[in-house]
């Protein structure tokens, strides 16, 4: 029989992580860690995981999708994330798990990713969104920022909404959904692609607050794009209240 | 200039707090002394606050309700949570405060409460969710909590529905609304008496569980509020399900 190749939807609180995947070796706990960790434990063997979105400290998760390859998993695919969840600390959480073929792979197989970024629009913070939205005490104006957002729609070269000094070549992505979406005080920009810069959707987020501060006007974001340069577009905000809400593959 | 007597709106997230005011003398912190000591920093001098609701550890509040009484308080009133926000941990925010007749007495003023528990439902709990919703993974009968809760409504005794030991005399209590309202996988049941036993709110929610589970038929509530035994009602549900909302005065 061959190695089994599992995919599993994860999601997390990531407040308590260094992220994803650690970036640069502090030492602190990734959720990919505590995730190999929980799998390795059962299949007593060193297993390891591939993770479609590396999420940064603080990043959460409700459809992050990972991938590990394991001879023998001995536990039913469908009842994998049973035998996780009592074993996995209570912020991460493994919601469902699929057997894909061998050659699938979280990462380089996905052909789109969801990210929600969640504002609290409030002159005053509530305690209980604290950890999963920015606080924006300032008056916004949304229905600029939904205008915003429309530029950001289609293929572009996104390399102003890159953070500085990242060592990536191609930086054209296409977004297929740019959305503001209010819900009493919370404000969430919803942004599917087909891949994202590193901070591209917090740097997004800070644009489309600049539109809704009245910094720019929302037809300014075709220059920002156009001009390729980082220092027209917006702030990297915060990482709570970013969310990796959905990732998508091929049938 | 007489003694000013100022009520504050107060949000906090309830999860490392022992609750509102310290109940067994076990030294951890309370929401009150978070309080206290930041109205003392600003008043220079000792400051003491009446709280609505003793709620437990654990417990989380949008809408508590307290005042103080200070002489002199030198900061204009309605800018008193902008003083304050930034001096307080950031579990706790002072959503508004307003000047108060001096007989105002947070507690016993107040003519109504209105609480709510809240219940993820699903087989998987979201790591989002954890701190502010209990889980319930099993199949649950959301009429039959709907049909149940409306034997809540009204003046009863409510003896069954009291932590046992509790040295309360008049049991009875008024009831205005037990509504059980469902947003996606939550469940929200919202209860607004004229006053609540200890831990009332979360023995109704384990008692409308009860029948949403089918343990117990909607219309057994009326025999369970009768019997006044607090055995026939259902478990204490945990507390970072409950939330009190609002707390109400006369004009």
Redesign the interface.
Known sequence: MSTRNIKLTV???GTHYHGFQEQRGTGLPTVQEALEAVLSQLAQKPVQVIGAGRTDAGV?A?GQVVNFRCDPWRIPVERT?LAM?PLLP??????KAEPVPQDFHARFSAIAKTYRYSIYHHR?????Q?L?CHHEPRRLDTGAMKQAAQYLLGTHDFKSFQAQGTPVRDTVRTIYRAEVVEEGPLIHIYVRGNGFLYNMVRIIAGTLLKAGLGKIKPEEMEHIIASKNRVLAGVTVPPRGL?LMEVEYSK
Chains 1, 2 share one sequence.
């Open positions: 999601a997390y609180d959460h409700l994330p969840n209570a912020d991460i959480s493994v919601l005053i913070m509530s305690p209980l604290r999963y969310c």
